[in-house]
């Protein structure tokens, strides 16, 4: 059962990654008992599966997952939202309010009208159909204050941390609230706009720096200096 | 009849200093422009081509999605300034039908299944067109589809070989494909040890085709380990930049 890259090794797609009695885990595929990459990242051995961690992906929904999503279009029973993926978001009405929907009394767009960007989760996605959204729950809705900034969604795990490690120093240090969207769109809301600068300037550094170790001191260091400049 | 123009000197270099069984000097790069999801750039000779993806993303118009798979649309395109007479920029037939053929090359190596209901964009724009651009084509957008994270079983490399002057050359410039005897340009997945384009111009004897396809497989692994460098290169750099500044601490 051999294996034929260190773990945290960089494969590009095609890369035979291990043969024999191993299972395929993200990111790979199998032919006969070979198993070979399917995307540029670091590969990685965890008992018998293999992972490759991407560099690059699209957001795929799926259910549970926090998003950040932005109304395109009013229909008459809900809104479509785009929430950073290849296939849009329905946000039903009466997911978003809270008394039975009458289309007749009730008018969408004073509730969210289109460009106005929204906090959700995904209830239900199952690719043969457009993935469902909800607001009905505390701390979502409607974003009205703060900045959202994009990054790609296969660094949102580095930029969380290992159980939210990376993610608990940005907070503290830029004294910023940041939630983060699993689709790739970052809300952070602080008291000043320096602070909020301070904080996207170190996700970007996270995101630019995804692949190397060391990533949560370097962190630290940059946002200490940044508040000495500032 | 125009004069006979000598393509392999009698020391066996070609017109452009060569030997028979050399590649042209090729440059890859990647996430060369940042509105599109993936994007990739080659230098092989003369040719000068960008790629660029998008998607998965929806379907416009929308009944062209399906609803099992995602749909991989390729657009070949030759810039006006790209030969020596000006080309008209509206598409031809040719650009057509080797837009059809790069996808076709292209599509076994896409898991497109994992996305139904979708569409992935790709375009070719030849910025500087020396012979080869087909194959010089589909190695690029192999990149660019890579870089944009879209699932692949494998990179897919492409080049191809010809007969010039009675010799078995390997990727053939723009000359060498207009005068001479023949040209087989192959796309070539090597991990998978599959095929994905094998076309064939001109006059070969069952030998020499033969020949000339083991030798565009030759140069086809060659570029394969290019693509590899090329895409790892982008992330390695950061790598190291990272690891100096440490360093230096």
């Known amino acids: 059962m051999p294996v034929f890259f260190e773990n945290r090794d960089m494969v590009t797609p095609g890369d035979l990654l291990a043969e024999g009695d191993f299972m395929a885990g993200r990111n790979t595929y199998k032919i006969d008992s070979k198993i070979y990459a399917c995307k540029l990242g670091l590969v990685e051995y965890k008992g018998k599966t293999v992972n490759v961690v991407a560099l690059n992906t699209f957001y795929i929904p799926s259910v549970g997952d926090l998003v950040v999503g932005k109304i395109v279009e009013i229909n008459l029973h809900g809104w479509t939202v785009d929430i950073n993926s290849p296939y849009l978001a329905t946000l039903r009405a009466s997911e978003a309010i809270n008394k039975p929907y009458k289309p007749q009394k009730d008018e969408l767009s004073e509730i969210l009208d289109i460009g106005d960007i929204i906090m959700a989760k995904v209830i239900a996605f199952d690719r043969t159909r457009d993935p469902l959204l909800t607001i009905r729950e505390p701390g979502l809705g409607k974003i009205t204050r703060g900045q959202i900034i994009k990054v790609s969604p296969a660094k949102i795990p580095r930029i969380i941390g290992r159980k939210g490690s990376m993610i608990n120093i940005l907070k503290k240090e830029t004294h910023c609230n940041i939630t983060v969207g699993q689709n790739g769109l970052i809300h952070i809301y602080g008291r000043n706009p320096e602070d909020e600068h301070i904080a996207i300037l170190a996700v970007k550094k996270i995101e630019l720096e995804a692949h190397t170790s060391g990533l949560t001191d370097r962190i630290t260091e940059m946002i200490s200096k940044e508040r000495g400049d500032g | 009849m125009s004069k006979k123009i000598q393509l392999v000197d009698e020391n066996g270099i070609r017109t452009d200093g060569r030997r028979p069984k050399e590649l042209r000097p090729i440059k890859l790069e990647i996430g060369v422009l940042s509105n599109a999801d993936g994007s990739a750039y080659i230098e092989q000779g003369k040719n000068k081509i960008l790629a660029a993806v998008y998607g998965p993303r929806e379907v416009h118009p929308r009944h062209l999605a399906l609803p099992d798979r995602a749909i991989l649309r390729c657009r070949y395109h030759m810039a006006p300034f790209s030969v020596q007479e000006r080309k008209s920029p509206a598409p031809s037939r040719r650009e057509v039908e080797l837009s059809k053929v790069i996808r076709e090359a292209l599509e076994p190596a896409i898991f497109l299944e994992l996305t139904p209901r979708t569409s992935i ?49 390997l990727d053939l410039n723009d000359i060498e494909d207009k005068e001479g005897t023949a040209d087989v340009p192959v796309a070539y997945m090597p991990s998978l040890n599959a095929v994905g384009l094998l076309q064939m111009d001109g006059q070969l004897t069952p030998e020499e085709f033969e020949e000339a396809f083991n030798l565009a497989l030759e140069g086809c692994k060659k570029i394969y380990e290019l693509q590899k460098k090329a895409l790892k290169e982008k992330y390695l750099a950061i790598k190291e930049s990272v690891e100096e500044a440490v360093e230096e601490k």
């Open chain 2, 121 to 169: 964009d790709l375009f070719i724009e030849v910025l500087q067109a020396d012979g080869g651009t087909r194959t010089a084509g589909v190695t690029v957008a192999s990149l660019a589809l890579a870089d944009a994270g879209i699932p692949m079983r494998d990179l897919v490399a492409a080049c191809a070989a010809g007969k010039a002057d009675g010799y078995i050359v």
